[in-house]
């Protein structure tokens, strides 16, 4: 039995930084232009995700289209986090799992749009209530931002799933499924985790060298 009096807090501290090690190693490596508010919240996000609540967790298995609905017809504080939970939802699922939505026929175009309102939405309400009692407007600016910029937060996210995926990798079952996700996507995270094995990915007889 565990010592710690408070383990659940030991490891949520722990996911965050985890996450916030993984974020701001991928947006350095790959020159995403993203505030700290916006790296915060992403911090944040990859965290909630690693233990959904059952609000975070309908995102994954109802559909986008209805959620939205549902949501533009709630009003006030319940409407904001619900346009704010989709918005995280659809950010999160594209990321880490686009290549499912490929394989359903689902178009990522749409799936950012959707994503997008969603966050522009919230940001609408904020602006809202800012203008209605005047202060600093930062938390508009992230939604905003994350809605501005969406199609590129999730190739953030899918950058960092793909790094995650590398990582875990320890079986050569593992590492097969890993060369079937490059195989879909082309990553360059998962191309570099291929060869660092001693594997050398490529795509015309589909094999492993």
Not at 42 to 47: I, P, Q
Not at 97 to 104: A, N, Q, S, V, Y
Request: glycine share 6%; proline share 5%.
């Amino acid at each position: 039995m565990s010592s710690d009096p408070h383990p659940d807090i030991e490891l949520s501290s722990n996911l965050s930084q985890f996450f916030r090690d993984v974020v701001q190693d991928a947006i350095r490596a790959h020159a995403y232009e993203a505030t700290s508010a916006a790296e915060t919240y992403l911090v944040a996000l990859l965290t909630d995700y690693a233990r959904p609540d059952q609000l975070t967790g309908e995102t994954l298995c109802r559909p986008l289209t209805l959620l939205l609905q549902e949501a533009m017809q709630l009003s006030g504080p319940e409407r904001f986090e619900r346009l704010r939970v989709l918005g995280d939802g659809v950010l999160y699922v594209t990321g880490f799992f686009g290549d499912h939505l490929d394989t359903r026929g689902v178009a990522r175009s749409y799936v950012n749009a959707l994503g997008a309102r969603a966050y522009d939405s919230a940001a609408a309400m904020l602006r809202g209530v800012t203008a209605a009692v005047p202060s600093e407007p930062t938390t508009p600016d992230l939604f905003r931002e994350l809605s501005a910029n969406f199609p590129m937060f999730v190739e953030l996210l899918s950058r960092i799933a793909d790094g995650i995926h590398v990582n875990s990798a320890r079986s050569d079952r593992a590492m097969l499924k890993l060369y079937e996700r490059w195989l879909k996507t082309g990553s360059q995270e998962l191309a570099q985790g291929l060869f660092a094995r001693g594997l050398m990915p490529l795509r015309g007889d589909r094999t492993l060298h």
